[in-house]
C-alpha cells in the first residue's frame, strides 16, 4: 500500500523556519513524481513545490521561490521540504503526494496539480505567527 507519512510541522513566527519530512512506504522510490500542497484555512489545495524522483529536478510556485527548498534522500525515500522566511500567508495543512511517472521532470511533476496525484499524506499543520 502506497503511503506518504508527514512530520515535522508546528508553530513558528514570522522569518522563522521548518523542516517538513515525507517518508515512503509501498513503492519503489525511483520514477515517481513527489510533491508538497499547501491548504490555507479556507481555500483549496494548491502545489507549493515538486520534485521527479529519477533526476532530483524540482520546481516551486512563485510564492515560495527563493524561501521553500525541496529535497530528497533517496537512500532513505524521503523528501523534504525546508521552508525559510515563513509568512502568516504559509500557514495551512502541508500535504505530501506522489505518483508514478516512468519519465518525468519537476516542472512536470508541479504541473500535474492535485488531481494529478493518487496518494497523499494525512497533513501536517504549519502555524506562522506575527
Known amino acids: 500500500q502506497v503511503q506518504p507519512v508527514e512530520s515535522g510541522g508546528g508553530s513558528v513566527q514570522a522569518g522563522g523556519s521548518l523542516t517538513l519530512s515525507c517518508g515512503s512506504s509501498?513503492?519503489?522510490?525511483?520514477?515517481?513524481?513527489m510533491g508538497w500542497f499547501h491548504q490555507a484555512p479556507g481555500k483549496a489545495r494548491e502545489g507549493v513545490a515538486a520534485?521527479?524522483?529519477?533526476?532530483?529536478?524540482?520546481y516551486y510556485s512563485d510564492s515560495v521561490k527563493g524561501r521553500f527548498t525541496i529535497s530528497q534522500d533517496v537512500a532513505k525515500k524521503t523528501l523534504y521540504l525546508q521552508m525559510d522566511g515563513l509568512k502568516l500567508e504559509d500557514t495551512g495543512i502541508y500535504y505530501c503526494a506522489t505518483d508514478h511517472e516512468r519519465w518525468g521532470s519537476g516542472d512536470y511533476c508541479y504541473n500535474r496539480g492535485v488531481a494529478g496525484f493518487a496518494y497523499w499524506g494525512q497533513g501536517t499543520q504549519v502555524t506562522v505567527s506575527s
Open positions: 520534485i521527479y524522483t529519477g533526476d532530483g529536478s524540482a
Open positions: 509501498g513503492f519503489t522510490y525511483d520514477s515517481h513524481c
